[in-house]
């Protein structure tokens, strides 16, 4: 079931049809609205349509009601009506190919990246550093990269800070100052991290991207689903992790220009986590993310309910909208709906603002981007109903998805290789090791004197008296001796 133009993908229908042209899909988009208007079923639609033109699709599931993707639809009065409504003659209800993926490991098949991936400025955003921690965090990945240390999770981390921590007096010509206070912070940092779940994000095997881009049954692209609806307690990791993901797919895959459809689709929930205090260098990248990750062949859908949450530089390189109602309560809320109303192409036969306040349960304003790349004129546009389920999945049927999974076993159990921790943890022990040894010999020394001294036969009162002169004057000098050598000792310590 194609329900399409020239595979196109059908939306629904305002004054005429309205369908997504997948050769602009990597244009980017955004699906916007308040809370309740419908925004998760023209999420749905659109990753329908895209599987079934054999791309595979990315999306987040934050409120935890998208795996019902996975399973055919039930007939219902008002779906049938809606079928009618918008004349769909080949509709039929099925499910899709889906694979579901969980952070924390508990709902799908783990997501891990090392340390070193991650980089220094996504974990520095992630543990909300100030610039002093931000320059500490730069050292130690910069000691590890000189030392050709793998960082890989936290202990990695951690075990490197406290190592830097403890030679910072030698590394400071090198790298520069090394506050212990800005050691202490970032460690009880990463605490709260553990706590929140990242020991179990930070690891191996690492996430292959390639593993988001299979076909399954039919052809139709691989649905990935991940499960973040407890993730959302986490808002942070959340948003860090698709930042990470967008620059993931920036670096690893390569240049193809313009496709007559994308390779991959990416939708991202409640996005406003991704920009929330972000730096301006962070908001950057992302800006530059975006703009040049439509070249690898990526389309990237913002799903938000207020379109002030998405900063301009951003939101100007959105090209598919779909525009769900606003309310007008608050100033902030009116200058919403005006700045929604303005990025659409104007419709003569519309008043724009006020047909967003206004638009029902699943409909939406609609522009998609036409021959040319041009905008679309915005159309009213009642959604098309998905052909899978509106809704979750139940607890067996996400099971036998696991069970079933092309992926079963491959993320499930994690590898802990040598790396910075056992590696920096195995040089604090040998250093330890030595001084033992070396002080263990010092008294064995001394212990041997005393004896060989104690052994020696009595002597007369003149080669007493004559003996002892000297051993005064020779202690003396052993003392300041044995005191340099000490004293360099400890100095090397």
């Given at each position: 079931m194609t329900s399409s133009t020239d595979n196109n993908i059908l939306i629904g229908k305002g004054e005429k049809k309205v369908y997504l042209n997948p050769r602009f899909a990597n244009r980017h988009g955004l699906i916007a609205g308040a809370t309740g208007t419908g925004k998760t079923v023209s999420l749905q639609v659109l990753a329908e349509g895209f599987s079934r033109l054999g791309v595979p699709v990315f999306m987040a599931d934050v409120k935890g009601d998208l795996t019902g993707i996975s399973q055919p639809g039930s007939p219902h009065p008002k779906i049938e009506e809606?079928?009618?409504?918008?004349?769909?003659?080949?509709?039929?209800?099925?499910?899709?190919?889906?694979?579901?993926?969980?952070?924390?490991?508990?709902?799908?098949?783990?997501?891990r990246a090392t340390i070193s991936d991650m980089g220094p400025l996504l974990l520095s955003r992630l543990l909300d550093l100030n610039d002093t921690q931000e320059g500490v965090v730069n050292i130690a990945f910069r000691f590890a990269d000189d030392e050709g240390l793998l960082m890989l999770d936290l202990d990695d981390l951690r075990t490197t800070l406290k190592y830097i921590g403890e030679n910072r007096k030698t590394f400071q010509n090198e790298y520069g100052n090394i506050s212990p206070a800005s050691i202490g912070a970032i460690q009880r940092r990463l605490l709260v991290l553990e706590e929140q779940g990242a020991d179990k994000f930070f690891g191996e095997p690492a996430l292959d991207l390639w593993d988001f881009m299979r076909t399954g049954n039919k052809g139709h692209g691989q649905i990935n689903i991940l499960m973040a609806d407890q993730l959302m307690t986490s808002p942070r990791l959340y948003a860090t992790f698709l930042l990470w993901l967008m620059s993931e797919l920036f670096e690893d895959l390569p240049e193809v220009g313009d496709l007559d459809k994308p390779r991959l689709v990416f939708f991202f929930d409640e996005a406003h986590l991704l920009f929330d205090d972000a730096p301006k260098a962070l908001v950057e990248k992302v800006e530059q993310v975006v703009k040049l990750v439509r070249s690898k062949g990526v389309g990237i859908y913002f799903i938000t309910q207020n379109p002030l949450d998405i900063p301009d530089e951003v939101l100007g390189q959105l090209g598919n909208r779909i525009q769900h109602a606003l309310r007008a309560f608050t100033p902030r809320d009116q200058r919403a709906v005006k700045a929604a109303a303005q990025t659409f192409r104007e419709n003569p036969n519309l008043d724009t603002v006020e047909t967003i306040t206004n638009l029902g349960v699943g409909e939406a304003l609609v522009s998609m981007l036409e021959d040319g790349g041009v905008p679309g004129i915005v159309e009213r546009t009642l959604i098309r109903p998905p052909a899978s389920r509106i809704g979750p999945a139940t607890d067996p049927e996400r099971a036998e998805l696991l069970r079933k999974s092309p992926l079963a076993g491959r993320y499930d159990n994690p590898i802990d290789r040598e790396s910075a921790h056992e590696i920096l943890k195995e040089r604090a022990e040998k250093a330890a090791r030595e001084a033992e040894e070396a002080a263990a010999r010092m008294a064995e020394e001394k212990q041997r004197q005393r004896m060989a001294r104690s052994g020696r036969r009595r002597q007369s009162v003149g080669e007493a008296m004559a003996k002892s002169i000297a051993r005064s004057i020779g202690s003396q000098l052993g003392r300041r001796i044995v005191r340099g050598i000490l004293g360099s000792i400890f100095r090397g310590r």
């Open positions: 809606r079928i009618e409504k918008i004349g769909i003659d080949d509709y039929a209800f099925e499910g899709f190919p889906t694979v579901l993926w969980d952070l924390l490991g508990e709902q799908g098949h783990p997501v």
